[in-house]
Nanobody, 116 residues
Framework: QVQLVESGGGLVQPGGSLRLSCAASGTIFNINTMAWYRQAPGKERELAAAITQGGSAIYADSVKGRFTISRDNAKNTVYLQMNSLKPEDTAVYYC??????????WGQGTQVTVSS
C-alpha cells in the first residue's frame, strides 16, 4: 500500500522560510508528476507547484519567484522550498503523486501558518 508522508510544516513569521518534504512509501511504479497543492480556510484546494519526471516545473502565479519545487526520483521524494512567506500562504499543504497510468495518491496534509 502506498503512503505519502509529509513533513516540514509549522509556524513561521512573515518573510521566513520553510521546506516541505513528501516521501512515498510502499511499492509505487512509474511516477510521473509530483506536486504540492494547498487549501486555505474557506477556499478550494489549489495547485501551488508541480514537477514532471524530467524536472520541468510549473508554479501558481502567487508563488512564482518565492517557492521552488524539486524531486529526488531515487527516493520517490518531492520537496517544496518556500521563501519570503506571506500570511496569505497560510494553508494546509498536500503532496500529490500521479503515475504514468493515471493513479493519483495524496498525502495527509501539513499545516503551514505564516503569522507574526
Amino acid at each position: 500500500q502506498v503512503q505519502l508522508v509529509e513533513s516540514g510544516g509549522g509556524l513561521v513569521q512573515p518573510g521566513g522560510s520553510l521546506r516541505l518534504s513528501c516521501a512515498a512509501s510502499g511499492t509505487i511504479f512509474n511516477i510521473n508528476t509530483m506536486a504540492w497543492y494547498r487549501q486555505a480556510p474557506g477556499k478550494e484546494r489549489e495547485l501551488a507547484a508541480a514537477i514532471t519526471q524530467g524536472g520541468s516545473a510549473i508554479y501558481a502565479d502567487s508563488v512564482k519567484g518565492r517557492f521552488t519545487i524539486s524531486r529526488d526520483n531515487a527516493k520517490n521524494t518531492v520537496y517544496l522550498q518556500m521563501n519570503s512567506l506571506k500570511p496569505e500562504d497560510t494553508a494546509v499543504y498536500y503532496c500529490n503523486i500521479v503515475t504514468k497510468f493515471g493513479y493519483a495518491y495524496w498525502g495527509q496534509g501539513t499545516q503551514v501558518t505564516v503569522s507574526s
